[in-house]
């Protein structure tokens, strides 16, 4: 679709709800629901087939499509992705398939990573992590591929994974100029706090966010970049998550209504 036509297809449906642009808008964009899927699909159990995820997002991108107001300073794809990637992850928190011992980990990571940080003043190493953990570099990170590939912990839900309603999404962070004062100097501290938390990261995982959020980079083409392994990319990314956690933890109130 022409970039002339796709600017007509959006007037013809915010101003007049004609639902022949409306099906034309979600079937151009709906590439973004399978770049999405394919993003996630990795990290779930085979008994949840790809075509679940892919429903999910469409989900996502009809409801993006239908909320999107283009006065707020963002793409539509970036909106986009966003509430695809949340409808996906939605579902897969429905699911509820991660076991006990897996959560158990998790919290044992998070709470780890934020000791070593308060001990040394400074993001720990893997080595530091490690040590503190009592085990082997190589052991940490089978651990973080293993939490990874179970949790399916993404930037859009990273806060507060038993408390889905509260979650904080890339989304929520966007600036939206029809916001209230009160909500617009909220949205601001949100993202105030966001921006400094990723700020805390070391360079490589902020790096890693940076191109797999922003850029929109795979796992594959980031670890080509740093010259890693992909699943050295994805430890990365674990790693990132798990400090990001407990920084934004402080802020909880922040993030939840």
Do not use: C
Request: hydrophobic share 40%; net charge negative.
């Amino acid at each position: 679709m022409a970039t002339a036509t796709l600017e007509e297809t959006w007037a013809r449906f915010k101003r007049g709800g004609d639902p022949r642009a409306r099906e034309a808008l979600i079937d151009n964009y709906s590439y973004l629901v399978k770049i999405t899927a394919g993003r996630i699909a990795g990290g779930v159990p085979p008994s949840l087939d790809r075509e679940d995820l892919i429903s999910a997002g469409i989900i996502g991108l009809i409801k993006a499509v239908d909320q999107y107001d283009a006065t707020r300073e963002v793409k539509f794809e970036t909106y986009a992705i966003a509430l695809i990637r949340g409808a996906i992850l939605e579902l897969l928190r429905g699911e509820d398939w991660a076991p006990r011992s897996v959560r158990d980990k998790i919290k044992l990571l998070e709470r780890t990573y934020a000791q070593v940080e308060m001990r040394l003043g400074r993001p720990g190493t893997d080595e530091e992590v490690a040590q503190a953990l009592g085990m082997p570099v190589d052991q940490l990170h089978r651990m973080l591929s293993e939490v990874g590939q179970a949790s399916v912990l993404s930037l859009d839900d990273l806060l507060f994974s038993s408390e889905p309603d509260g979650s904080l999404r890339v989304v929520d962070t966007l600036q939206d100029a029809q916001k209230d004062t009160t909500e617009a100097v909220e949205g601001r501290e949100r993202r105030h706090a966001l921006a400094v938390a990723i700020n805390r990261l070391p360079e490589r995982e902020h790096l890693v966010l940076s191109l797999y959020y922003y850029e929109g980079l795979t796992f594959k083409e980031i670890g080509k970049i740093l010259r890693v392994s992909e699943s050295r990319v994805f430890q990365l990314h674990q790693q990132a998550m798990m400090r990001l956690r407990g920084y934004l933890s402080a802020d909880r109130d922040l993030f939840t209504s």
